[in-house]
């Protein structure tokens, strides 16, 4: 795992608690992802960024919000935990954007798995 | 809907024998990538192959590209119980700021 940690690795919470996941990169990557995967609907991406402070939705954002005040670390946020988001969520990171013709390659952190009660 | 689709879903082969892993996606792409997922792991890249690109070698996998037929496979050859594990493929599109995951084959290698 290419200097990417998540924190918590586990964590259980109850309907309507807000909850912060962290991912920490080491490896000075531009970009930073949050997904989620689900059985049946595979990786989705949630939030990502960009750069510091610049942050965007990805195709399953409601009820996510992100913050990136530094360049190595990217947090996601559940405002009010429902059961719709036990999941576990993956954190990746790469040096350039997914749009470009030499686009990087993503590294993914070891995951957070999240039960929501 | 996914840009990628794994075909099959799941695959279970003998020890030694080759796995091929198929993926289709619906729009024009810049590059396709297959990465791996052992079970409680996060992913891992293990290829990338460019749209000019027709074909990839890495030690024992092999990726092809037909950009005509909007599709992909993937060859491991000579598979061992390691190789145990799902696969998925990932396109990326022109201008696009997101990767798009297929479902995946989830492979299993008999010993």
């Known amino acids: 795992d290419a200097g990417i940690t998540q924190s918590p690795r586990h964590k259980v919470t109850e309907t309507g608690t807000p909850v912060t996941l962290r991912c920490h990169q080491t490896e000075n990557h531009r970009y930073m992802y949050w997904y989620r995967q689900d059985p049946g609907h595979g990786l989705r991406l949630i939030h990502y960024s960009y750069g510091v402070k610049d942050t965007d939705k990805g195709e399953v954002s409601d009820g996510y919000s992100v913050s990136r005040s530094k360049t190595e670390d990217f947090l996601l946020t559940l405002e009010s935990a429902t059961s719709s988001q036990t999941s576990v969520y993956f954190c990746?990171?790469?040096?350039?954007?997914?749009?470009?013709?030499?686009?990087?390659?993503?590294?993914f952190g070891p995951g957070t798995r999240l039960t929501v009660l | 809907s996914q840009q990628g689709e794994e075909d099959p879903q799941a695959l279970s082969i003998q020890e030694g024998e080759n796995a091929t892993m198929n993926c289709s996606y619906k729009?024009?792409?810049?590059?396709l990538q297959w990465y791996r997922q052992n079970s409680g792991r996060g992913l891992v890249h293990l290829i990338l192959i460019r749209s000019n690109e027709r074909e990839k070698h890495s030690g024992r996998l092999r990726v092809t590209l037909d950009t005509s037929k909007k599709s992909s496979s993937l060859l491991i050859t000579a598979s061992r119980a390691a190789d145990t594990a799902s696969y998925f493929c990932?396109?990326?599109?022109?201008?696009?700021?997101?990767?798009?995951f297929g479902q995946g084959t989830r492979l299993t290698i008999n010993p």
């Open positions: 990746a990171i790469s040096e350039r954007g997914p749009g470009a013709f030499e686009t990087d390659t993503q590294y």
């Open positions: 729009t024009s792409i810049n590059n």
């Open positions: 990932a396109t990326s599109r022109p201008g696009a700021q997101k990767l798009v």
